[in-house]
Structure formats: C-alpha cells, structure tokens
C-alpha cells in the first residue's frame, strides 16, 4: 500500500521527493524467515532446487525449523479479499513500537472468509485467486481496518528482532487507527496498470517516515534487499523504474 501526500520527516530523500509511506503485507501473522541468518539459508536452498519442487521440499523438512518453513503452506487458501493481512515484522508507530494490519470488514468479503465456494481446490485455475479479485473489485468496494497491535510488554513477549513470534491477540488486541476503502468499479488487472506495476513501480518501507522506521533484523535486511531488486529489475526488463508521487501516474 502506497499513501501519498505525506509530510514529516523521512528515512530517506526517496520518499522526502516523493512524499509517499508505503506499507507491505502478507496474508500470515508471522515471517518464517525470521532473521537475517534463517533468510540467508532459505534463500540458498530456493536458489539451488529453483527447477526441483521435490528437492526443495525434502531440504526444507530436514531442517529443524521444518514446522516453522512450511507454516505458510497451512494457511487457508481462500479468496485473498477475505484475508487479514499483516506486516509481520514491526515496526514504530510514533512513540510506539507495533504491528499493523488490514483487517477486511465489508459484509461480502467476511461471507467469504468461510464460503466453501471461495476456497481453492484441486481443479481450480492456476489464476483463480487473480480472476477472483478482478471480478470482485469490478464489482464491489473493499473495505478495511488499518489496525495496530501495540509492544506493550517485553521483547520476551513481543519479540522485535524475532519475526518469527507472533505476538498474543488476546493479550495484545489490534485497535484500529485509519478505515481504507478500495472503490468497486476498477480493474485490477489491466494491461497498462499490471505492466506499470510489475516493471515500474517499487515499494519501499524504508523510504518512507521516522516515525514508521523498519524495525529488526528482517527490516534491516530489507533495506540492501530492496534497493538491489530494483537495481536488477531495471537492468534485466530494460526499463526504468520510477519514483511514483502522484496516484495520477500510475495507468
């Protein structure tokens, strides 16, 4: 999520020439990559069983953080405009340090968080969650809870450097700070708007405000991460890929 027209001071002159906040997310509460160690011996084991799903999966299970590696594959996978999503890692909010989170609230989307026809099975399409997104925002409005999930405890608790723990719900409620509304009536998939995003757009938590600095060892990762995947997106699509400012310039 990209907001724009935002003043205060910035991590870095990117987002100080573009005045934008961007914020990820991911439809799990917790990031099994959990440190900058763990990221590095995943991605070691992606890259050299790229082409063998069989293998990867087999040195995935032999670790001892197996259960922890395969957790995003038990999550329910249901039509993505049902789902909560979560930053995992934390993050300051002012004074603060917290979680956040989009929480769906519009009546359609929380009927399909346990409709049986908004599951993916066996014989759906390989774009079933794309063709259903596209079909629900032609169609209707998304409606959100942006939500913070504050440290209130210890770092024992709610660990910042550990993006693996997940901080208790009932101890720790989310408390809701901002409502976003996503329109109806758009097409999330059109040409020019899905080619402007795949190879011209970039987000970056890192550029956005001190007051929502990236925290912990994943966080700090990103920082490098990031900024090289822009650097070879460029150099491998032959594009260039620009630092967005206004909503009026994206397709």
């Not at 100080?16 to 906040?21: E, G, L, N, R, V």
């Not at 990236?214 to 966080?219: A, D, K």
Request: proline fraction near 4%; hydrophobic fraction near 35%.
């Amino acid at each position: 999520m990209k907001v724009f027209n935002v003043t205060g001071d910035f991590l870095d002159p990117a987002g100080a020439k573009t005045q934008t906040q961007d914020f990820t997310f991911n439809n799990a509460p917790i990031l099994e990559l959990k440190d900058v160690g763990t990221a590095a011996e995943i991605f070691a084991i992606r890259e050299r069983n790229f082409d063998d799903k069989a293998r990867l999966e087999r040195e995935i299970k032999a670790r001892p953080d197996a259960e922890l590696q395969m957790a995003p594959a038990g999550l329910p996978n249901r039509h993505m405009a049902s789902c909560t999503m979560y930053s995992q890692s934390a993050y300051r909010f002012g004074e603060h340090v917290c979680k956040y989170a989009l929480f769906p609230t519009g009546e359609l989307q929380r009927e399909l968080a346990s409709s049986r026809e908004a599951e993916i099975g066996g014989d759906s399409a390989p774009e079933q969650h794309s063709q259903w997104l596209r079909g629900f925002f032609a169609r209707h409005a998304g409606e959100y809870d942006f939500r913070v999930q504050l440290l209130a405890s210890s770092v024992e608790e709610q660990s910042v450097e550990d993006a693996s723990m997940e901080w208790d719900e009932e101890k720790y409620p989310f408390e809701t700070v901002a409502r976003i509304t996503i329109p109806a009536g758009q097409d999330s998939f059109d040409a020019a708007r899905r080619t402007f995003w795949e190879d011209r757009m970039k987000l970056n938590v890192w550029y956005g405000l001190e007051e929502h600095r990236p925290l912990g060892s994943v966080n700090r990762l990103r920082r490098a991460v990031y900024q090289t995947s822009v650097e070879e997106r460029q150099k491998m699509n032959a594009v260039e890929v620009h630092a967005v400012s206004s909503v009026d310039q994206i397709p």
